[in-house]
């Protein structure tokens, strides 16, 4: 088995994970860009109330034990919390092309079927947009380099599914980026 590089485990609010983010030390190893996923399964309908610190568990049990992975994702996001999974400041696993350039979004939903711009899929999309701009902020990345999982040339699948529309979402995270630090010269502004 690989050396598994651990789990935080805990759950955020979006206010709480922008502090939680300020307070790291990103020496070792600093993200290019955002890669967002969807989980496809467990689906919305599957976890209707989100994600609880045993499916948490449950996860870090499935990459470690099963997939033989040495990390998961970096985040795991549902209607109610920022789950931060694999330690923000090393490397995790979810695109093949990227796992070394990049964070990895995981959103609860099969958002090539369930909606993301209404009920619970918004919420989703709310919190990762919030989790997005707090790490383009922390970490001085342009929102314009997010990716979608899809666009890794070695995946196959169509992740984060059809109802999450890329420039859409970039634009909320630049938005976003600049209603909470209006006043910041250093913060990368929308290229609208």
Known sequence: ?????GIIGSDFTPESFDKYCHSLQWSTWRPSFIVLHNTAV??????????????????????????????????????????????LTVSGVHSPSWNKLALGIEMLGHYE????????????????????????AVLGLDPQTMRL???????????????VKK???????????LKRHSGDHDVPLPKM
């Open 113 to 136: 079927q369930e909606a993301f711009h209404i009920g619970r899929g918004l919420a989703v999309r709310k919190n990762a947009v919030a989790a997005m701009a707090t790490l383009s």
């Open 42 to 87: 467990p689906s919305l309908a599957q976890r209707p109330n989100g994600f609880t610190k045993q499916h948490i568990l449950n996860l870090e049990t499935f990459y470690r034990d099963q997939q033989l992975w040495k990390a998961g994702p970096a985040l795991f996001i549902d209607d109610k919390k920022i789950w931060v999974f694999t330690p």
């Open 1 to 5: 088995m690989s050396h598994w590089k």
């Open 167 to 177: 420039l859409e979402i970039i634009q909320e995270v630049q938005i976003e980026l």
């Open 149 to 163: 999982h899809r666009e890794d040339p070695l995946t196959t699948h169509a992740c984060p599914g059809k109802n």
